[in-house]
């Protein structure tokens, strides 16, 4: 497996296969081609369909200004649902023209090329293989992490770490109607502040967590900065968890980043065993995939044990298997934002069992990882974030 740091981007919403990948490979091809005097980019699949309202092209024309954009709806048999074909051009002469996969977290494969993202640095493939590791040798996750990671890891991850509490207070702050014309006012502003007299513990906890998730997910729907965790679209259910752990339950900062560590590396597992990409796979490769992160990361903040951590995560996959992704517009904004709610507060329920009822686990970590891959398969491609089905088709405004 490749590094945490490919699960974890910083960027601008709304969609880190839409937007991050693109804009990455946008750059990426322009650095390639200095002396080009005109590019040419067409949109496939998934990013043909929603590309508009998930703000592709303007990803594009920010990494290569300029740029004449295409969009073909109408090609099948793709490589890959987000495909790009860029091709460069001097004096009408064509110099390159290569097609680009947009693979899910902001991450991007150049057809035929080795991937260029960060090198193998886990030898273990899956979470079977890490926990027999961690027992032989008598460690913990986190230093397992550690001692496979680059020096500056935990730099890294302060960075990540201060970059989502960051997006959790401009949230919180910001008032108005949300971008796209859904017409959809703020609400994480109102979530915080508003408390009922005879509210309960239980209430205000899930009423605060809701909030901290609204606040990320609708400063991705604005396209400001968030972190990819492990996509833009779910980037508010790991923010929203721990925000509150370290804010309302007072977990130092310290342990928070060894919980980032654990979640991280869930992320990976599912990244390179199945995917993280709602064109993919469907929301259940997003949602399910940051609910199942969260839940790994908040067991490791209870200091839980591998077997307790392994159940939080499958718990919290297996209960999103089957999720469609259905964008009203193309827009990350319906249900989008209000999933990254459920699935946070759903993260800390899956917890909750896995201490109780960890000894009578019949499904392992890895078996839901692979149904959902299959699932994901299986789904049809309107309910795979195309636009073309589920409530974007029966929405009507």
Same mark, same amino acid.
């Given at each position: 497996?490749?590094?945490?740091?490919?699960?974890?981007?910083?960027?601008?919403?709304?969609?880190?296969?839409?937007?991050?990948?693109?804009?990455?490979?946008?750059?990426?091809?322009?650095?390639?081609?200095?002396?080009?005097?005109?590019?040419?980019?067409?949109?496939?699949?998934?990013?043909?369909?929603?590309?508009?309202?998930?703000?592709?092209?303007?990803?594009?024309?920010?990494?290569?200004?300029?740029?004449?954009?295409?969009?073909?709806?109408?090609?099948?048999?793709?490589?890959?649902?987000?495909?790009?074909?860029?091709?460069?051009?001097?004096?009408?002469?064509?110099?390159?023209?290569?097609?680009?996969?947009?693979?899910?977290?902001?991450?991007?494969?150049?057809?035929?090329?080795?991937?260029?993202?960060?090198?193998?640095?886990?030898?273990?493939?899956?979470?079977?293989?890490?926990?027999?590791? #961690?027992? =032989?040798?008598?460690?913990?996750?986190?230093? @397992?992490? %550690?001692?496979? &990671? +680059?020096?500056? *890891?935990?730099?890294?991850?302060?960075?990540?770490?201060?970059?989502?509490?960051?997006?959790?207070?401009?949230?919180?702050?910001?008032?108005?109607?949300?971008?796209?014309?859904?017409?959809?006012?703020?609400?994480?502003?109102?979530?915080?502040?508003?408390?009922?007299?005879?509210?309960?513990?239980?209430?205000?906890?899930?009423?605060?967590?809701?909030?901290?998730?609204?606040?990320?997910?609708?400063?991705?729907?604005?396209?400001?900065?968030?972190?990819?965790?492990?996509? #833009?679209? =779910?980037?508010?259910?790991?923010?929203?968890? @721990?925000? %509150?752990?370290? &804010? +309302?339950?007072? *977990?130092?900062?310290?342990?928070?980043?060894?919980?980032?560590?654990?979640?991280?590396?869930?992320?990976?597992?599912?990244?390179?065993?199945?995917?993280?990409?709602?064109?993919?796979?469907?929301?259940?490769?997003?949602?399910?995939?940051?609910?199942?992160?969260?839940?790994?990361?908040?067991?490791?903040?209870?200091?839980?044990?591998?077997?307790?951590?392994?159940?939080?995560?499958?718990?919290?996959?297996?209960?999103?298997?089957?999720?469609?992704?259905?964008?009203?517009?193309?827009?990350?904004?319906?249900?989008?934002?209000?999933?990254?709610?459920?699935?946070?507060?759903?993260?800390?329920?899956?917890?909750?069992?896995?201490?109780?009822?960890?000894?009578?686990?019949?499904?392992?970590?890895?078996?839901?990882?692979?149904?959902?891959?299959?699932?994901?398969?299986?789904?049809?491609?309107?309910?795979?974030?195309?636009?073309?089905?589920?409530?974007?088709?029966?929405?009507?405004?």
């Amino acid at each position: 497996m490749k590094s945490i740091r490919s699960v974890y981007k910083i960027g601008h919403g709304p969609s880190s296969s839409h937007t991050v990948g693109p804009y990455n490979a946008a750059l990426r091809f322009g650095a390639r081609h200095p002396d080009a005097d005109a590019f040419e980019v067409t949109l496939y699949g998934s990013l043909a369909f929603t590309g508009a309202g998930h703000g592709t092209q303007k990803a594009i024309r920010s990494g290569l200004p300029g740029a004449e954009i295409r969009v073909d709806t109408k090609t099948r048999d793709l490589p890959h649902p987000n495909t790009m074909l860029f091709t460069a051009r001097r004096e009408g002469k064509v110099l390159e023209s290569v097609r680009v996969f947009s693979i899910g977290g902001g991450s991007i494969r150049f057809e035929g090329e080795e991937d260029r993202e960060e090198r193998e640095i886990y030898p273990q493939k899956n979470f079977s293989e890490i926990m027999e590791f #961690c027992r =032989s040798n008598k460690i913990s996750l986190t230093a @397992f992490i %550690y001692a496979r &990671e +680059d020096p500056d *890891f935990r730099s890294y991850l302060r960075t990540t770490w201060q970059a989502m509490r960051a997006a959790v207070q401009r949230g919180l702050a910001a008032e108005g109607i949300l971008p796209g014309g859904l017409n959809l006012n703020r609400k994480a502003r109102i979530l915080y502040s508003k408390r009922c007299y005879n509210e309960s513990a239980d209430v205000t906890m899930n009423r605060v967590i809701a909030a901290y998730a609204y606040a990320v997910s609708e400063e991705n729907a604005s396209e400001n900065i968030v972190v990819t965790a492990p996509t #833009c679209g =779910s980037c508010g259910v790991i923010p929203a968890v @721990f925000t %509150y752990m370290q &804010e +309302d339950r007072g *977990f130092p900062e310290e342990e928070i980043l060894d919980a980032l560590a654990v979640a991280g590396l869930i992320g990976n597992i599912i990244r390179t065993n199945a995917s993280i990409s709602g064109a993919e796979c469907g929301c259940q490769a997003e949602i399910g995939s940051a609910c199942s992160m969260a839940a790994a990361g908040l067991a490791e903040l209870y200091h839980l044990n591998l077997d307790e951590i392994e159940y939080a995560a499958e718990i919290a996959m297996e209960h999103n298997l089957g999720l469609t992704c259905d964008p009203v517009g193309g827009l990350v904004q319906i249900p989008c934002i209000e999933r990254n709610a459920v699935a946070a507060m759903r993260a800390i329920e899956s917890v909750n069992l896995s201490r109780f009822l960890y000894e009578t686990r019949k499904i392992s970590f890895d078996t839901v990882i692979r149904t959902m891959y299959e699932t994901g398969r299986d789904m049809s491609e309107k309910y795979r974030e195309t636009s073309h089905g589920g409530l974007a088709q029966m929405y009507k405004g």
